[in-house]
Every structure is written in structure tokens, then in C-alpha cells.
């Protein structure tokens, strides 16, 4: 593990970085360091371990955990770090990530993980951000301005549906 970063993201399997990327991006965007690993509690569970004790020895302040299938990373990493965990479910072949989300999200009193949606990982670097930006003002001021450049799209979309119409506006989509 690297020393002093501030989230660790890590996955399954590498069949999920196509998704745990937007995480890493999200985070580099705002310029909060992290790490992003592979590691199995079903295949390699000595290593997962080693490397919870590892996050808690490196003081990490968020962890950032993708799974598909039975996804039980989050919910291991959760009970042995004790640092925030928000859980990201990754679309399985079998029922669309329907699995991995209720794994997830099911975690027994005591053992919590935040859960983001379904291939969500974007969503879990914003939560990451958000949960450090307790402590930090200036990060705080970045996602401010973030939430407020999202409003402002929106605002100019519509008013461009306004001036030109339905019909024209998709044709120009």
C-alpha cells in the first residue's frame, strides 16, 4: 500500500476496473489521492486481510469497494477497517447486479456500507469526496462549484428547449 492516501479503491476482479475507473477519475479530477487495487476475500483472503490491517496502520479515511456477484469485499473490508466503505455493485451476468446491490446493501447491524447504484462508481468518488470534505474547506468549495456547473447545465438545456422547441432540439441532439 501507498502511504498516506486519502481512499482506497479496490475491486474483485479486474473485469470490474471499466466501471471502478469512474471513481478513480472522479477522484483525480479533484485531486484527492488514492490508491486502486485487485484483491478476492474468496480467492486470495490471507491478502485481503494483510492489506485491511495495512489501511488501518496508513490511516486511509475512505474506502471505496466494488464487487459484482456475492460481492462480500465491502462487507469484509468494512468490518475490519474502521473507516467509512461505500460499496459499489457490479452488473453480474447472471441477474443485471441485482445480487451484488442486495449483498451489498444487506449488511448486518453494526457493519455498515454506503451503497451506491449499480455500476456506480462515479457516484461512490463523489460520496468519497463529499465524506472527506467534512474536514477539508477547499474540497468542500470544489464540490460546490461541481453541483452548481450540473445546475447549470440543466438550466441552459432547458432554456435551449425552450427557445427551440422540441422537434428542433432533438435534431440537434
Not at 455493485?89 to 447486479?97: E, F, Q, V
Not at 448486518?108 to 477539508?136: D, E, Q, R, W, Y
Request: net charge negative; aromatic share 6%.
Amino acid at each position: 500500500m501507498k502511504k498516506n492516501v486519502d481512499v482506497a479503491i479496490i475491486m474483485g476482479s479486474d473485469s470490474d476496473l471499466p466501471i471502478m475507473k469512474d471513481a478513480a477519475k472522479f477522484l483525480d479530477d479533484f485531486g484527492i489521492s488514492y490508491e486502486i487495487t485487485v484483491l478476492s476475500v474468496h480467492r486470495c483472503p490471507e491478502e485481503a486481510f494483510e492489506y485491511a490491517n495495512e489501511l488501518k496502520e496508513n490511516n486511509v479515511k475512505v474506502i471505496i469497494a466494488g464487487a459484482g456477484g456475492a460481492a462480500h469485499l465491502p462487507g469484509i473490508f468494512a468490518a475490519l477497517v474502521p473507516v467509512p466503505v461505500i460499496g459499489v455493485p457490479i452488473k453480474s451476468k447472471t441477474l443485471d447486479g441485482i445480487d451484488s446491490l442486495y449483498s451489498i446493501v444487506q449488511m448486518p447491524s453494526g457493519i455498515p456500507v454506503a451503497t451506491v447504484a449499480i455500476n456506480g462508481a462515479k457516484n461512490a468518488g463523489i460520496l468519497a469526496a463529499s465524506i472527506l470534505g467534512i474536514a477539508n474547506s477547499e474540497l468542500k468549495t470544489k464540490l460546490i462549484e461541481y453541483k452548481a456547473s450540473m445546475k447549470k447545465a440543466v438550466l441552459d438545456k432547458n432554456s435551449k428547449l425552450q427557445d427551440l422547441g422540441y422537434e428542433e432540439y432533438l435534431k440537434q441532439m
